[in-house]
């Protein structure tokens, strides 16, 4: 017999060094003990735990923490796991949608998304004006409600050009005195943490702005050119950076577009020294949603040598887990780690005290 | 101003019943209680939720409860977890790919999976004979010399045709006697737990028995057709069934003909009563895996009435959670349920103490 | 035996009415003959071929085409496909991310983008400045030439804010005055088709922007809320609109979202009255990728009788085919159609001979 | 300015070789002038071009053809398609779930599938005792006769263990006498090329033996452990083969396991030397379906300088465009290649004259 391949190897392989340690049930575990045993495992599991030890490694360094968030995570329950990580600072900077900031302040203003079907009868919704996100409702009339408190509100605001994360700061602060519930929104308001929304006009926050335009000409500006300028500063003031991304889409690219373009002017900026991203979307079709973060080195949006996981999982069920093992492991960590200290407030950021251009890239040398 | 539909309508859609609750962060929450607020958010975190829940159902039902078990799942780290479920009787009835049933043996005979990365140079794995699976890896010659041990097993057996039912727990009861060791084979032959591999044929296991073959013609015949009778007159004699199925594949199938073919053969049989799938696949390629469970309607694979739910996830992040959940919420549950008491160790498996065919599908009116 | 059911009925179903056909080699069918065939087979090979019927009556009926477009198309070698796309009138308004605009550019303006490998040495890449999408490689050096060439011209530019339309209408014009070549942004120069861009702070562009601001203090001021308004508009001017998305993204909801501001303001407007989008997302994470036409019904994003397909297939695959097929099929018909007569390069855009506000919708009874 | 990195480069990199070109709208194009401008761009559009051509390489080489089919491909539409590839010899060996040649039977015996709609009320599909397939509907009593059909063959047989092989082609036979209708199943009858079925037991060709069994107990025996045998045996017999993959499942890896069985008893079996697969699934889970070709070398599966691709698509789109493409551009290749001479129709199977065995694996030096 020829099957000269049977005995076995005396010596062991390089490759073969740490082995898989099978699951084992514990019904007691909490969330962040599921987690590190599951850093043994494989697959995606393996990633989920990865991702719970790379963000305590954010926590830990000197970095600023940028998380980006894409899909229908508010209507979908996960705007109070934002709003927790923003208040207890496990993030620094929130780079969204719009829509995931507008179903936050339907919220936060008192009202719900509700538990519907995926397999509904979407005439019988259009009749009833009832919108459907996959498996959720939510009342269009109240959506419309909504379009038309933003709308005032726009429309009673100085008529000047804002970033972004100007106004969204000042609607933040409007939600907070009228409201005085938590939520993505005013949670960054009163956490002094800047939110960043570059495709604002792709969502009912700019169907919003929109009417306050409508409503009084001359209103409703959104300077988003300012926001890459000045988002771009804060990487030159703070170059170590770190980012999570939920999901893709415009806020993942924002938030490496910052990193690319502050590389420019400064030379202490090197992409990212962490990177999470918990994505459902694929790399094979060419997509910057689904593309790896090995690809993201070759544009110098991460380091080299940067700690990163790519889960491929829905944020609705790797969000609720992460954040609540988060919360148990790292408490200290987050409240004892070094941070920025910014005022989104103003027309001009403050960053550790000294204000940052919208207009002007910060050069260094 | 034609935007009559602003004014908020007085009474509410039926549509709009149950309002969504945001997940709150409480860093000490057990698995179940994470699950159970889940069940109120939406897209897979609620799947997830409701798959907690309706394995609670099928628990306290009187349902056989069969499980299929498709992917890298054992290589992958989740074999103790099977285990664990057969041992505890949280299922009755595995279906398995021959590939999960091997990195079972392969790690119960004391030999291991390794971790390992999805972006190695498999040309130099190739030169080191390491056989990769995504990001873990395994020896080719510990790999050889499982199929050695199985080909000397099978080749001592006496010889004659074998369903993958009797051979598994032959082999199971063997590898029990010379490791005492837990995993899915040797905890289905201690709990009088089946296993049925259909695609026996296309695993290493399959290649195992082929040696057997070699080694002594006249060994290594597997009847799967009389896995067809058997698990047909199993769902004859219980006509009240459940399913789990984690990733799909051939496992997936064979539990839902094992129904449809009993109804052929009796009039008591109508689908599943429950069914729970965790797959990664989608529908609209027209594959099994991906296939919904309102398709299966359609076949009467299931009950039209069934509780069941589909969670897209990776089983490696799902199970463990899902797992340790039920351990917690379910124990009682799973020790005093109604379950069928069965022998499969013999050539005909008993049932609540009689044998049933292999040959004949049992007739009722 | 029991099985009573084996007789076949005399009559059929109502739901058999149509058989597949089979599809058949015919080596020298062209792609609109494949695509017919098509139509009779399964899965989203049916759903290509659906396609090119539903774009086939679109340009047979008298409707406003918008087409959608996000993913990296451009650098991905469709920018000339959707170049004669507008310039043969097959659509009338493109919405895109900024990225494939920008590829689009680099290509005009003689660069090139480079095929690559999927699993490149990212590290070496990044030692060349080489940028990887996927598997297609460019220049990072020629991507900073580019910047400074747009930086250039916005600087140029009067100082006041522009709709990302009129922007890139003029960006168009420059690249035309400056290569005479054909693209995406030099053809809908050309042929009067707007392009918005809701998303360009999110993309090259906006770094070319946001460069010529760094340059000019004063200059880079893109007002996308006056697109919003403006896309309305044109909504409410031509109420019968249709929709072609490829790959998701801010263009579809873009698109949708005009639909329903315009619905606001007039009761003529009830949703797209044709939809075809080509997309890789699934539903079931609940993100507006992937999201199906029939949940767009509820939101009224699309009439309930409209005719409409979802193809999963990768842009790269389906629209070559499906351009080529309607260049065959359908080239009379775009000739003949109806469309709007646009002036996309003013201030105001002009449709059908009469401007439209980019500040205050317009409202009729 | 610190930017100095905008001066251009003089010399390329070495990575930038070969530009994207653009694909451009030409009406007239066949399907593989189509796919040849395919292999320009980018993604799975130019991974299909790449197929095209790594085809054309397998038919001009010596190797012996492997195809494997998973997935609904008959029911969809594709069985014909298969059926050419067979009779033009394009292919040399199928490997296929049951159910594809379970639904190309139904065909064959003169039934059909039917268009129907993926959102269907599948309750009243159930009650008419319509199956459906994603948006593919079948006459459930209809597939109850062909059970009937197919037991009748069974119990008619000589009682002996079958390969799924032998049984085939004989299946196959007593189609083509009573139908004289091409298929699958036909044409490989009538082209002497064979058909395995590993997972036999999981399909309706499998309820067919079962019920076989039932009507004369002692028949209906598959002995798929001996198709183990031959298929390594076919590999050792001729070491150089390819293989083409439709959709992952038991085919996938039951042609390469041939391969690996193959060597562990020849020092010249070497992996594939060429493949292709058309997949929708993903490596990230872990599952065979989706893991790619570059791990298949890791484990000797494939050869380590092999031509191979991966496709993304569904093979719904792909394969009707693929081969309409080869049976243009390739027939002359198919028709004068060199390829094994093989008789499926014996108890042993003839390969170049000589029969090999099911029951030992051929040894060589």
């Known amino acids: 017999m020829s099957r000269v391949r049977i005995a076995l190897h005396e010596k062991r392989s390089r490759f073969l060094q740490v082995p898989i340690e099978p699951f084992t049930i514990e019904p007691e575990l909490r969330a962040d003990e599921i987690l590190e045993k599951m850093e043994r495992i494989s697959f995606q599991g393996r990633s989920l735990g990865i991702a719970h030890r790379v963000w305590q490694k954010m926590l830990g360094d000197d970095v600023t923490i940028f998380m980006g968030m894409a899909g229908a995570l508010s209507a979908g329950g996960l705007r109070m796991v934002v709003a927790y990580l923003i208040e207890h600072r ?182 990212h020294k962490y990177a999470i991203q918990i994505v459902t979307d694929v790399p094979h079709f060419g997509g910057a949603s689904g593309s790896t973060l090995e690809e993201a080195q070759s544009w110098g949006k991460l380091a080299a040598d940067a700690a990163q996981v790519t889960v491929h999982a829905d944020a609705t069920i790797a969000l609720p887990i992460l954040a609540t093992a988060l919360a148990r492991s790292s408490s200290t960590l987050a409240n004892e780690r070094k941070r920025p200290v910014m005022d989104p407030s103003l027309r001009e950021m403050v960053v550790d005290g000294t204000p940052i251009s919208r207009d002007t890239f910060e050069e260094t040398e």
């Not at 509700?114 to 939510?138: K, M, P």
């Not at 009342?139 to 008529?159: K, P």
Request: proline share 3%.
């Open 90 to 271: 496990f993030i620094d900077c929130l780079v969204s949608t719009g829509a995931n900031l507008y179903h936050d302040l339907h919220e936060t203003r008192g009202r719900h998304h509700y538990l519907g079907s995926a397999r509904a009868n979407d005439a019988a919704l259009a009749e009833d004006r009832i919108d459907r996100v996959y498996d959720t409702y939510a009342s269009e009339e109240e959506f419309c409600d909504n379009d038309v408190w933003i709308g005032d509100f726009v429309a009673a605001l100085e008529q000047r050009p804002y970033t972004s994360r100007e106004f969204l700061n000042l609607l933040g602060g409007h939600l907070w005195k009228e409201t005085a519930q938590d939520g993505i929104l005013t949670s960054a308001y009163r956490a002094g943490v800047p939110i960043f929304c570059p495709a604002i006009a792709d969502s009912s926050i700019g169907m919003g702005l929109s009417q306050g335009r409508h409503k009084r000409p001359g209103s409703g500006y959104i300077d988003i050119i300012g926001d890459i300028v000045e988002s771009a500063n804060l990487v030159i003031r703070r170059p170590r950076t770190a980012t999570i991304v939920l999901g893709g889409g415009t806020p993942k690219n924002f938030i490496n577009q910052a990193s690319v373009q502050a590389e420019f002017f400064s030379s202490q900026v090197g992409g």
